[in-house]
């Protein structure tokens, strides 16, 4: 039955895969085939089910978020991270500079380009690189996660505005250390090259609350992951995540390459590609497939009742 229903999802996606497209603002992002689409669900159980182009490749972009934000309340600690970054829906698009400059001097969450490198600079001098990459491995549970270089350098010649966000940060006594440094960093952990499966493995650990389920290798404190998945249900769509809540109601995080990652807590993790995008930079085959499943599974987080899965 899941995989009848996650096949149908998928033919549901599909549908809408014209009405978006692919990210243009980093160059190397356009080269992405907009009607590709993907679907792998990991349950609790050590069930997989795929559909799609599951083992194609493409870059994290923000849902490296997820991972940073996750690496620095193990390191730092909750106190220490939410004295430098909010835990507010911005409502506003992913890397605008409004709120920082006008309304306050932390950012409004760790989800949006501004958050993230806030916690990356917070980072940067107790863990480098290598470090956040096998911790990205090991989330993902995937050994073969890499820098993809070309997007990485495609970015950084581009990335004017996330380092503008950096100078802002550092001019309000926010971040400190180097700018350049730190928005290089948050750059590499875009680039990091996933496949949908991977997105299923990281999305299966949160949703089992932060143990691997084949190894029972604890990876996160239970406490990390609730505050991972919160700020995924309210922040993790981008200014979209309000409808995505109503509609979805699964926590959830996407990133312009074309992935989601998606956690049902108790229940299953889903990894999603598909380049192609809704007007606020989500996998727009992606959003439906997320939508058809929750209704047809009751995955909702306030479905009463839960369904068999
Ligand atoms: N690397 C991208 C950027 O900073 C990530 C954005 C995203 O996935 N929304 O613009």
Redesign the pocket.
Known sequence: MLDEITRQAWLYGRGFLLNGKVAD??PELSKANPVYLGICIKTLSGEMIEFGDVSHRFTI??ISKVITLAMALEKLGYDEVFSHVMMEPSGDA??SILKLDTASNRPYNPMI?AGAIDVIGLLAPVCDFDELLAFSRKLCQDDEITMDFDVYHS?SVT?D??RAIGYLLKSKGVLHGDVLSAVDL??RM?SLSVTARSLAGLGQVLAAGGVIPDTEERVLSANTVRVVQTLMFTCGM?DRSGEMAVRVGIPSK????GGIMSCVTDRMGIGIYGPSLDEK?NSIGGANMLEYLSKELRLHVFDAGKGIW
């Open positions: 603002y980093i972009q923000s992913f890397n380009n970015e990335g505005r996330n948050y750059i875009c981008y996407s990133g312009v390459g930079g």
